[in-house]
Structure formats: structure tokens, C-alpha cells
């Protein structure tokens, strides 16, 4: 047993570290989530088929090269709780992780080879001052790492702040949040490609809103990728 291995299993001895899935106890060299739910993640290998259920979702709303999510979202499914951590307990490294095994999956596929630039969903400055960190920019960060491109969360802006959007209609959604994504500075994403990075996938109302403002600048494309993708 290497000493740093040592070490881990006497400090979970009294602080153990547990599943970002399902809860259950970590053992050595198990690295946030286990492995019987890394095993089974309910992935949706979208990005094998360029006409799939994500990308469709943007069809007549506006450009997209090519959309996927990693795995499906579902309430009663332990896997729900990776998203709950990742945005509302604090666990960043999840994000991270989670990043990485998806861009290991899409490299297989080369969905990636003809990506320039990562850009993360912004956070509006108000709740990422509240989170401390962009739950999107931690899974964007994990991709980058392992394709070895540039991650840019700078360039594209939340401008107002949108209220609670849980109860609104897909339209009034749309509205609420048009037109609140602005690019701040044009000349550092001019024709690139860009992947388009979010967390879940809902209406696609929000991803719509961030890819026309970065549509406005000359040459940009865009492609989309988010960790999960809940059916309406
Ligand atoms: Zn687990």
C-alpha cells in the first residue's frame, strides 16, 4: 500500500468520503463517484448520431454544428444526485470528473477535432458570488483537460439577473432570459468554433439565448454539450 493510500483510508476512517451518486462509502482508489455507478451511467451516446433527440431540440431556433449530453436525467435515479451535488453542495470536483470522463467519450467519437474554444453557461455574477464557482465551468474545465483546448469563461457575459424559472412556460422562459447574454470581448472568439457547455439540458431555452449572442460575432459556430438532458 503506497503511503498517500495509507493516509486516505485513516483520514475516511473519521471523515469518509461518499458517492456523489448514490451515497454509499468510497473505498481506496475510488475518486468521488464508485465504481458500480460509474459502470452504470444512463449515458446517451447522442454524439455517435449527429440527428439526435439534443440536437433536435435547437432545430428552428437557431445554428447549432452538432449537440449531445452525457447521460439522461431522471428524478428517481440516483444519478440525479451528481447534478444536486455538483450545484448545490459544493462538490466542484464532481463537475471536474464528470468532464473528463465525458470528453474521454467524445474524443473516442472525435466529436472534438474540429472544436477551438470551450465556453461555459455564465452564472449571473450575484449567484456565482452566492455558489463561490460556475457549476458549468467546472464541466467545461474537465473537457478541456482532457482535449487540451482553450477554456474561455470570460468572453460571454449574464447581463440581469432572471428570476426563478422553474414554474414559467417555455415561452415566458425564453423571454426572460433573451437577450441577457452578451459577448465581452468579440475579438478573442472570432471565427472559432465553439462548444457550448451546460449542465442540464431542459427547454435549451437558456443554451439558445447564449449561442445567438455568440452567433452575433463574425465566423463563430457553435456546438453544444451538457452533462445531463432531461426529457420534457
Ligand atoms: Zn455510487
Known amino acids: 500500500?503506497?503511503?498517500?493510500?495509507?493516509?486516505?483510508?485513516?483520514?475516511?476512517?473519521?471523515?469518509?468520503?461518499?458517492c456523489a451518486a448514490c451515497g454509499n462509502i468510497l473505498v481506496t482508489n475510488e475518486e468521488t463517484i464508485c465504481t458500480s455507478c460509474l459502470y452504470h451511467i444512463p449515458k446517451t451516446n447522442y454524439h455517435t448520431r449527429p440527428d439526435n433527440p439534443v440536437s433536435e431540440v435547437f432545430w428552428g431556433r437557431t445554428r447549432i454544428e452538432?449537440?449531445?449530453?452525457?447521460?439522461?436525467?431522471?428524478?428517481?435515479?440516483?444519478?440525479q444526485h451528481i447534478i444536486h451535488n455538483l450545484k448545490y453542495r459544493g462538490n466542484k470536483d464532481v463537475g471536474i470528473l464528470m468532464g473528463r470522463y465525458f470528453a474521454t467519450d467524445l474524443k473516442d467519437n472525435d466529436f472534438h477535432s474540429d472544436i477551438d474554444m470551450i465556453v461555459p453557461v455564465p452564472l449571473h455574477p450575484k449567484k456565482l458570488r452566492l455558489r463561490g464557482y460556475n457549476q458549468s465551468e467546472m464541466i467545461a474545465r474537465g473537457i478541456a483537460d482532457?482535449?487540451?483546448?482553450?477554456l474561455n469563461p470570460q468572453s460571454l457575459k449574464r447581463t440581469t439577473f432572471t428570476e426563478t424559472q422553474t414554474r414559467k412556460s417555455r415561452i415566458d422562459r425564453w423571454l426572460n432570459?433573451?437577450?441577457v447574454f452578451e459577448v465581452a470581448d468579440p475579438e478573442t472568439i472570432k471565427g472559432k468554433h465553439i462548444l457550448l457547455v451546460d449542465d442540464v439540458l431542459?427547454?435549451?431555452?437558456?443554451?439558445?439565448?447564449?449561442?445567438?449572442?455568440?452567433?452575433?460575432?463574425?465566423?463563430?459556430k457553435v456546438s453544444v454539450a451538457t452533462l445531463a438532458y432531461a426529457k420534457n
Open 66 to 79: 452538432k449537440a449531445t449530453s452525457f447521460f439522461f436525467f431522471h428524478k428517481s435515479t440516483h444519478y
Open 1 to 18: 500500500m503506497r503511503i498517500i493510500d495509507y493516509f486516505r483510508d485513516f483520514s475516511r476512517l473519521f471523515f469518509p468520503d461518499n
Open 146 to 150: 482532457v482535449w487540451k483546448i482553450e
Open 177 to 179: 432570459v433573451e437577450s
Open 202 to 220: 431542459t427547454t435549451g431555452a437558456t443554451l439558445e439565448a447564449c449561442a445567438n449572442a455568440l452567433l452575433k460575432v463574425d465566423g463563430v
